[in-house]
């Protein structure tokens, strides 16, 4: 016979396993196939045709801004700012870039306004781009550019050098410009999907420690780990080495929230 408090909490951890089921699967398909429609549209070689001619300041902004809603993966973000660099951009515009576009991205943002609403996303969203701009804005005082190297990145398709060429990303297709809205539309869809069994592992291990926290972990303790002055700081330590896709993480920030750990904490142990 189980215990009492082991099935209690097995049947709170899956209790909650389903409520983040129905949150998040939903989400992170509407905001992958989002996500594959403005590549769709807005291919890496656009955006650097967008930010070469920018200056110093509002170029920062408009980095970070073009880094924010262009969903760029790993293997894109580099070319582009090879790309940038090559095209004679500020080395800091080209970081506030680098620095926007993996943290603030469709999918976080759909999955946050999922599990914790309108104001912390609101506020996640502008925290991340002013850390970008500032960020951006810190390098260009130091006059780096100089010590950029010519370096020659090679993907699938294309090219690309900080001596001047033009970005592409390997892990999507490539833009062609007589695809009809349609076809857009069905590569669209079809990389949402491929997407999300790509990344349904680690979504499903986030869910599952998740759910685990929120039904075996007493609140108490987490409270109390949670008070301690370097609570954030160490976060964020602990959570750097975890290379470990968004979703993923921010199933298991939800259960560390609803436990009473302060979402600042939490945020930091995810990004």
Same mark, same amino acid.
Request: proline residues 6%; aromatic residues 8%.
């Given at each position: ?12 951890? !899956? ?11 939903? $989400? ?5 196939? $989002?996500?594959?429609?403005?590549? #769709? ?12 001619? =920018?200056? =110093? ?6 980095? %970070? ?6 969903? &760029? ?34 999918? @976080? ?32 005082? &130091? ?8 370096? =020659?990145?090679?993907?699938?398709? =294309?090219?690309? %050098? ?23 539309? #069905?590569? @669209? /869809?079809?990389?949402? !999907?491929? &997407? ?18 929120? *039904? @075996?972990?007493?609140?108490? !303790?987490?409270?109390?780990? /949670? ?7 160490? /976060? %964020? ?9 968004? @979703? ?15 979402? *600042? ?7």
């Amino acid at each position: 016979m189980i215990p009492s408090g082991i099935e209690a909490a097995v049947l709170d951890s !899956w209790d909650y396993f389903l409520h983040l089921v129905t949150i998040l699967v939903p $989400l992170f398909i509407g905001a992958s196939f $989002l996500v594959g429609l403005v590549e #769709e549209y807005l291919p890496p070689e656009k955006v650097e045709a967008m930010l070469q001619k =920018r200056n =110093r300041g509002s170029g920062n902004v408009a980095a %970070a801004g073009l880094g924010a809603v262009t969903p &760029f993966c790993s293997c894109s973000t580099v070319p582009v700012l090879a790309g940038l660099l090559g095209a004679g951009a500020p080395l800091g515009l080209s970081f506030s870039f680098l620095l926007a576009s993996p943290i603030v991205n469709e999918i @976080a943002v759909f999955l946050l306004l999922g599990l914790f609403g309108v104001e912390i996303t609101a506020i996640y969203i502008v925290s991340a781009l002013v850390a970008a701009i500032i960020g951006g804005v810190v390098i260009d005082t &130091f006059d780096l550019d100089h010590l950029v190297k010519d370096v =020659r990145i090679t993907t699938n398709d =294309r090219t690309v %050098a900080t001596d001047g060429g033009t970005a592409s990303c390997s892990c999507s297709s490539s833009v062609q410009t007589t695809k009809t809205h349609r076809e857009r539309v #069905e590569t @669209a /869809a079809g990389g949402a !999907w491929s &997407f999300f069994k790509d990344t349904f592992p680690y979504l499903l291990l986030g869910m599952t420690l998740g759910a685990l926290i929120h *039904g @075996a972990v007493p609140a108490s !303790w987490l409270q109390q780990v /949670a008070g301690n002055p370097l609570a954030v700081p160490l /976060a %964020a330590l602990a959570g750097a080495p975890l290379y470990v896709s968004m @979703a993923g993480m921010l199933g298991i920030a939800a259960p560390l929230v609803d436990q009473g750990v302060p979402i *600042g904490t939490v945020i930091a142990f995810v990004v």
